[in-house]
Protein backbone atom coordinates (compact mmCIF):
# COMPACT_ATOMS: atom_id res chain seq x y z
CA UNK A 1 0.00 0.00 0.00
CA UNK A 2 1.29 3.18 -1.27
CA UNK A 3 1.78 5.64 1.61
CA UNK A 4 3.66 9.14 2.73
CA UNK A 5 4.03 9.94 6.62
CA UNK A 6 5.44 12.63 7.64
CA UNK A 7 7.08 13.74 10.67
CA UNK A 8 9.07 16.07 12.58
CA UNK A 9 6.40 18.72 13.50
CA UNK A 10 5.89 20.48 16.78
CA UNK A 11 6.37 23.64 18.33
CA UNK A 12 9.12 26.12 18.79
CA UNK A 13 10.02 29.91 19.28
CA UNK A 14 10.56 32.77 16.55
CA UNK A 15 14.16 31.98 14.88
CA UNK A 16 13.72 28.34 15.73
CA UNK A 17 14.49 25.26 13.82
CA UNK A 18 12.82 22.05 13.36
CA UNK A 19 13.50 19.01 10.70
CA UNK A 20 10.60 17.78 9.06
CA UNK A 21 10.60 13.80 7.56
CA UNK A 22 8.69 12.10 5.13
CA UNK A 23 8.64 8.66 4.99
CA UNK A 24 7.85 6.53 1.82
CA UNK A 25 6.16 3.19 2.33
CA UNK A 26 4.80 0.34 -0.42
CA UNK A 27 7.20 2.33 -3.30
CA UNK A 28 10.97 3.24 -3.79
CA UNK A 29 10.89 7.06 -3.22
CA UNK A 30 13.70 7.84 -5.27
CA UNK A 31 12.23 7.24 -8.62
CA UNK A 32 10.19 10.46 -8.13
CA UNK A 33 10.27 14.08 -7.34
CA UNK A 34 8.78 14.85 -3.89
CA UNK A 35 7.33 18.36 -2.82
CA UNK A 36 6.50 19.74 0.22
CA UNK A 37 3.21 22.24 1.01
CA UNK A 38 1.95 23.86 3.67
CA UNK A 39 -1.84 24.54 4.86
CA UNK A 40 -3.37 27.15 7.09
CA UNK A 41 -6.91 27.62 7.93
CA UNK A 42 -8.23 30.53 5.71
CA UNK A 43 -4.79 30.78 3.27
CA UNK A 44 -5.09 27.05 1.84
CA UNK A 45 -2.31 25.40 0.33
CA UNK A 46 1.22 26.71 -0.44
CA UNK A 47 3.95 25.44 -1.90
CA UNK A 48 6.80 24.97 -0.06
CA UNK A 49 9.45 23.50 -1.86
CA UNK A 50 10.07 20.25 -4.36
CA UNK A 51 12.87 17.56 -5.26
CA UNK A 52 13.21 15.94 -8.54
CA UNK A 53 14.81 12.23 -8.41
CA UNK A 54 16.25 12.76 -11.67
CA UNK A 55 19.42 14.82 -10.50
CA UNK A 56 18.40 16.02 -7.32
CA UNK A 57 17.21 19.64 -8.77
CA UNK A 58 15.51 21.52 -5.64
CA UNK A 59 13.05 24.79 -5.67
CA UNK A 60 11.93 26.80 -3.09
CA UNK A 61 8.90 29.52 -2.74
CA UNK A 62 10.49 32.71 -2.68
CA UNK A 63 9.51 33.57 1.37
CA UNK A 64 11.58 30.34 2.44
CA UNK A 65 14.40 30.37 -0.05
CA UNK A 66 17.41 30.39 2.28
CA UNK A 67 15.84 29.50 5.69
CA UNK A 68 14.63 26.01 4.27
CA UNK A 69 16.77 23.02 2.70
CA UNK A 70 15.11 20.29 1.03
CA UNK A 71 17.16 16.81 0.72
CA UNK A 72 16.81 12.99 0.09
CA UNK A 73 18.30 10.14 1.60
CA UNK A 74 17.15 7.41 -0.82
CA UNK A 75 18.54 4.35 1.58
CA UNK A 76 16.10 5.33 4.30
CA UNK A 77 13.37 6.17 1.60
CA UNK A 78 13.32 9.51 2.92
CA UNK A 79 13.10 13.14 2.55
CA UNK A 80 13.64 15.42 4.59
CA UNK A 81 12.76 19.50 4.54
CA UNK A 82 15.17 21.57 7.16
CA UNK A 83 13.55 24.83 8.53
CA UNK A 84 15.83 27.03 10.39
CA UNK A 85 14.93 31.07 11.36
CA UNK A 86 11.12 30.13 11.70
CA UNK A 87 8.70 32.91 12.12
CA UNK A 88 5.32 32.91 13.30
CA UNK A 89 3.72 33.14 9.60
CA UNK A 90 5.28 29.76 9.20
CA UNK A 91 2.92 28.39 11.46
CA UNK A 92 0.79 25.20 8.98
CA UNK A 93 -0.06 21.93 8.49
CA UNK A 94 3.32 20.42 6.72
CA UNK A 95 2.46 17.41 4.12
CA UNK A 96 4.82 15.94 1.44
CA UNK A 97 3.49 14.94 -1.91
CA UNK A 98 3.98 13.31 -5.00
CA UNK A 99 2.93 13.33 -8.59
CA UNK A 100 4.76 10.25 -9.25
CA UNK A 101 7.00 11.81 -12.10
CA UNK A 102 10.97 12.20 -11.76
CA UNK A 103 10.97 16.19 -12.32
CA UNK A 104 8.71 18.72 -9.89
CA UNK A 105 6.03 19.14 -11.82
CA UNK A 106 3.27 22.17 -11.63
CA UNK A 107 1.37 22.21 -8.18
CA UNK A 108 -1.82 21.34 -9.52
CA UNK A 109 -0.08 17.63 -10.78
CA UNK A 110 0.34 16.30 -7.14
CA UNK A 111 -1.80 13.21 -6.73
CA UNK A 112 -0.74 11.51 -3.89
CA UNK A 113 -0.06 13.16 0.00
CA UNK A 114 0.64 12.25 3.28
CA UNK A 115 -1.97 13.42 6.33
CA UNK A 116 0.59 16.41 7.24
CA UNK A 117 2.28 17.32 10.34
CA UNK A 118 1.31 20.38 12.67
CA UNK A 119 4.37 23.18 12.51
CA UNK A 120 3.69 26.22 15.12
CA UNK A 121 5.81 29.03 15.70
CA UNK A 122 5.29 31.01 18.84
CA UNK A 123 6.75 34.95 18.69
Known amino acids: QVQLVESGGGEVQFGGSLRLSCDAYGFTLDDYAIGWFRQTPGKGSEGVSCISSRDGTTNYAVSMKGRFSISRNNAKNTVYLQMDGLQPEDTAVYSC????????????????WGPGTQVTVSS
Open 97 to 112: ATAFSSDCPEEDAYVY
